[in-house]
């Protein structure tokens, strides 16, 4: 039997979102590689692995990384394709986890690459969405189509928070609304909602990177820069930034970590129309009560909570 070594290298502070990544794809059985606090570490995240060889900390100085390993076969090329995209969307919180660069021991880069394009299939979301890879060509049927390209994303719909996002979305848009989003990433989230049907999105995301990928996604599914905005800069620390979006947003969306939606709570009314809704996901298990708490402070009600292999949503008013 064939096996993948896979490499992802991150910082100490890189290790936790990266292993709970993994975690949330079913891949639990990781080998850890941390110069500091190796100890410390593993006490706290135990859960994350099955077994760690104890003189990993020497074996790349200077360097944090996460080793696991993946059949070579269909089912090892296609969980490589969603960690390749898991992996995009924590480099779009902006946090110094390092370079997340994943590589692989005994195969050739171009061959995964160009591999696990033929796993990433459209996905079915809800009731209504049908989220497509440009290269596909599909009959949404009933379904309304969202097209992205999972080459640039940082979100493309397989991921547990982003399923939240859009099955609320889904569940919430009635038509004609105005959306923000926060942390828009690929800009998937907005660009669902106003292929559902809203008015007009902004979008806000402190990569710059993001302004291009997400304005080349919108550009997939027909939408323009008339109806979508997207802008670059942090909201939390920019009060200019929060005056040229403006308030009375129908529907806010924050799909990204709990300390940043902890960090974001008590704005989110200044967005909010009277009665308007904020879905906020990328709280993971553990962090959900103090994630509500902290809503709750600002004057959020919790509509409603839902969860997805162990990552929560929250849709507040």
Not at 78 to 102: H, P, T
Not at 262 to 281: H, K, Q, T, Y
Request: proline fraction near 2%.
């Amino acid at each position: 039997m064939n096996w993948l070594e896979v490499h992802i290298d991150t910082t100490h502070a890189g290790l936790e979102p990266v292993t709970a990544m993994l975690s949330s794809l079913d891949v639990d059985g990781v080998v850890i590689d941390d110069e500091t606090e190796f100890r410390e570490f593993l006490e706290d995240n135990h859960q994350y692995w099955d077994y760690v060889d104890e003189d990993l900390s020497r074996r790349m100085e200077g360097l944090s990384r996460v080793t696991f390993y993946l059949q070579a076969d269909e089912a090892g090329f296609a969980k490589l394709g969603e960690v390749r995209v898991a992996l995009e969307a924590l480099r779009s919180r902006g946090q110094d986890w390092g370079s997340l660069i994943m590589s692989l021991d005994n195969l050739a880069d171009e061959d995964w690459e160009n591999n696990w394009k033929q796993y990433y299939k459209p996905i079915e979301i809800g009731e209504r969405l049908l989220v497509v890879p440009k290269w596909e060509t599909v009959d949404p049927g009933t379904r309304v189509p969202l097209y992205l390209d999972p080459g640039l994303t940082f979100g493309t719909g397989d991921h547990a928070t982003t399923r939240l996002c859009l099955a609320a979305l889904e569940r919430e848009i009635r038509g004609g609304e105005r959306v923000l989003d926060l942390g828009c990433g690929s800009g998937i989230l907005s660009i669902a909602a106003l292929k559902l049907g809203a008015a007009s999105a902004a979008a806000v995301d402190i990569d710059r990177m993001c302004l291009d990928v997400a304005y080349e996604n919108a550009a997939l599914n027909g939408i323009g820069k008339d109806v979508y905005d997207v802008r670059v800069g942090d909201v939390l620390t920019d009060g200019t930034l929060r005056a040229a979006l403006g308030g009375g947003y129908d529907i806010v969306l924050a799909n990204i970590v709990a300390d940043v939606i902890i960090g974001l709570a008590p704005l989110v009314r200044g967005f909010l129309r009277e009665g308007g809704l904020f879905l906020c996901s990328g709280i993971i298990e553990g962090r959900q009560a103090e994630t509500a708490e902290a809503l709750r402070a600002a004057g959020l009600t919790i509509r409603e909570t839902h969860e997805r292999k162990g990552w929560y949503a929250c849709v507040c008013r």
